[in-house]
């Protein structure tokens, strides 16, 4: 079974980068989906990049796109978000989601995701 854990947050200043990562075992996470979430105090869990199986295609949302980048390395069975230009806006718990799928899509709907891992927060100083 596809076991996930983010490791990588910790404390940024306004315009500096953090770079996630989201270690897997258990199975081989090129056959997966996988997605980066962000969970911001009092607000709902929202989608942020992911990347589809054998990093076939990507996706980020607007706020992402041009600072965050998302990519895999099969021979560490991990994905990673690099995040540069972070803002105080981009503070979060962010996680990692898989998807068990045999298309190259990715997803941005949590719902849809098969296996989460346990976070790892971000927090950017104004």
């Known amino acids: 079974q596809l076991h996930l854990v983010e490791s990588g947050g910790g404390l940024a200043q306004r315009g500096g980068s953090l770079r996630l990562s989201c270690s897997a075992s258990g199975s081989t996470l090129d056959n997966y989906a996988v997605t980066w979430f962000r969970q911001a105090p009092g607000k709902e869990r929202e989608g942020v990049a992911c990347i589809g199986r054998n990093g076939k295609s990507t996706y980020y949302t607007q706020s992402a796109k041009g600072r965050f980048t998302v990519s895999g390395d099969s021979a560490k069975n991990t994905v990673y978000l690099q995040m540069n230009g972070l803002n105080p806006e981009d503070t979060a718990v962010y996680y990692c989601?898989?998807?068990?799928?045999?298309?190259?899509?990715?997803?941005?709907?949590?719902?849809?995701?098969?296996?989460w891992g346990q976070g790892t927060l971000v927090t950017v100083s104004s």
């Open positions: 989601a898989a998807d068990v799928t045999v298309g190259d899509a990715c997803y941005m709907n949590p719902l849809v995701m098969n296996y």
